[in-house]
């Protein structure tokens, strides 16, 4: 087609507007991605991004949620879940004296540790119901305690206070599916335990069923604090838990000296963090909060929950989720104790309960939780467990 000169013309204009009008649009653009680079430069970065908690309240140690008191440096994780090293596998699966008399230590700490839900597998009961959504402001759970909760006037205030800061500081308490409330409900009303024998003394069957019997005549004191009469407090209903140790991890097998099959034994399982021994993973609850224990030898029936970590010349103490760890000598010095303070306050931590190292709630003139300050469970420390049980016990239906 024959196209005119000033046809041509003012195409030429057109094009030359068009290719200004662009230049105008690229500096435009230029300038903007300029701009917004330099005030991201110029601004200081969030220290605290979504999905990130800030330090100043849950401390992280072993890729686990965990809190402590103190320096933290008692912290302790619950036995790992590696690939163990050279391990045998044995067998298939029991009177209150004078008060203990060791002064009482003033640190301790707590380890709580968040698990994942590992994929089903076989050979375990049907699973228990997971938790239903958990409210985490304080009074969740309380309205149906009614003239239940009725603890003495002076201490209303403390242990309002106590919760409040529960909730602020752990929320964890209302999403995490292992605290000891967990694994007792879990399992009916009982409570599996593996020793770890971080010791070089050797053990006498006699030694053993005294120990399992220290072990549970211990924690049935929390389980009496949550009783009335010999039933269970606003419907708690384990006032008797079965504890019963179903395991013993050790160094060498010659330091046990018993050849029946009572308990399942694990030598020479080294985590390989900690170095030293550790109860078989495959079997630990922690790992498996499905209730499923496909690679555990024997499978649900030798599963353990927690842990009873034992270590020469270990002072204080520390508890979690995980179990209790004390000094071997501590222990065994007071099998015959009626109270084994350091070993109670570790079990209350289990529970939920909190260190109070940095403050003191009003109403109270020294509690078991309160480090250093009682060698028994208190008033204030049943009234506390108390108060954790009617604010979760919704998360069981009930």
Known sequence: MHRTGQEMDGEQEFA??????????????????????????????????????NDTNTALTYGTAARGSGSGADLDPPSGLATPGSVSVTGAGAQDGASAGAPVPATTSTDRTATTRPGAGANSPKPAPAKPNATTAAGAGATTSGK??????????????????????????????NYLW??????????????????????????????QATLARQFQKWMDAMSVNGSGWNGWPYPKVNVK?????????AQLQWTDDSVDVYVNNI????????????????GHLDHRYPDCPGGYDHHFDVSLWLTDG???????????????????????ATNLHLLLHEMGHGFGLDDFCDWTPPGTNGFLMEAGTATQITAFDQWMIRDWWRHLKHQYGL
């Open 271 to 286: 985590d390989p963090d900690e170095k030293v021994v550790r109860c078989e993973p495959k079997c630990a609850r922690s």
């Open 314 to 336: 270990f002072a204080g103490g520390t508890g979690g989720d995980w179990g209790q760890r004390v000094g071997t000598e501590y222990f065994l010095q007071n099998l015959h």
């Open 16 to 53: 030359n507007d068009w290719w200004y009008r662009l230049g105008i649009v690229g500096v435009a653009v230029i300038t903007l991605i300029l701009s917004t680079f330099a005030i991201r430069m110029l601004t200081p970065p969030d220290p605290y991004p979504a999905g990130r908690q």
């Open 148 to 177: 239940l909760w009725a603890p003495p006037s002076t201490m209303k205030t403390g242990l309002a206070q106590v919760w409040q800061h529960q909730v602020n500081t752990y929320p964890e308490l209302t999403t995490l599916d």
């Open 182 to 211: 967990d694994q007792i409900m879990a399992a009916k009303g009982n409570l599996n335990y593996c020793v770890r024998w971080e010791s070089s003394q050797t053990v006498s069957a006699a030694e053993r069923d005294q120990i």
């Open 245 to 253: 140790i179903v395991g013993w991890a050790v160094k060498d097998r």
